[in-house]
């Protein structure tokens, strides 16, 4: 859900300022990325927080487990037994690293593929979006890590703790090292995953552009 609502709002806002004469300056593009994430990281929010704890409920002690059967299940499961506000626990974080998602793959893809074209030889190819969107997973992995690490600490965490207090006792047990705490993987899981979303999503442009009459 929050990866529809960001990639569809930011291509409706971008087709609203784009011309045959002008195009959206890089703040625009920041702008435009910025709104569409925190739409997005609102709208997925639900899905992220059983995302994490499924995956962090074997860590649980066997009487904390909360063995959700499914999706569904966890969505009913958690708004009966804890509320319905439950499901926007960690919203702002996750808003805030849905931002900097937008802003590292959509604004800095659209970007780098337009410096590739203006600055290099290369066409509006295969290439050039591969270049552009490797690039993109690239600063999209590095803005959204710190994010990201705080984020699963608070949709994981079964005690009632601010964001500014696992913040500080993290940095204080840490250091800041816990900025880029498995950025490695990250970048092998999202440095992929963009370049193959470009590269369709352009190729899927093509054609419609070809089936419209439009090239």
């Known amino acids: 859900m929050g990866f529809m609502t960001r990639f569809g709002v930011y291509e409706a806002l971008k087709d609203r300022f784009t011309t045959a004469e002008t195009k959206p300056s890089f703040l625009t593009l920041v702008a435009m990325a910025s709104v569409s994430g925190f739409l997005g990281g609102i709208a997925g929010n639900p899905g992220d927080i059983l995302n994490v704890r499924m995956q962090h409920d074997a860590a649980l002690p066997p009487e904390q487990r909360r063995k959700y059967k499914h999706v569904f299940d966890g969505l009913i499961r958690t708004a009966r037994e804890e509320g319905v506000g439950r499901l926007w626990r960690g919203v702002w974080p996750n808003s805030s690293r849905a931002v900097l998602m937008t802003v590292g793959q959509l604004a800095s893809y659209d970007v780098f593929k337009r410096m590739l074209l203006e600055k290099t030889p290369l066409q509006d190819n295969l290439t050039t979006h591969f270049s552009a969107s490797f690039l993109a997973g690239f600063v999209a992995t590095t803005i959204c890590s710190p994010v990201d690490v705080i984020k699963t600490k608070v949709m994981g965490s079964t005690e009632h703790k601010s964001i500014m207090k696992i913040v500080t006792d993290t940095t204080r047990t840490e250091g800041l090292r816990w900025m880029f705490k498995g950025w490695v993987p990250s970048f092998i899981r999202m440095g992929p995953h963009t370049i193959l979303t470009f590269v369709f999503l352009e190729?899927?442009?093509?054609?419609?552009?070809?089936?419209?009459?439009?090239?």
């Open 203 to 215: 190729q899927h442009k093509k054609v419609y552009r070809q089936l419209k009459g439009l090239d």
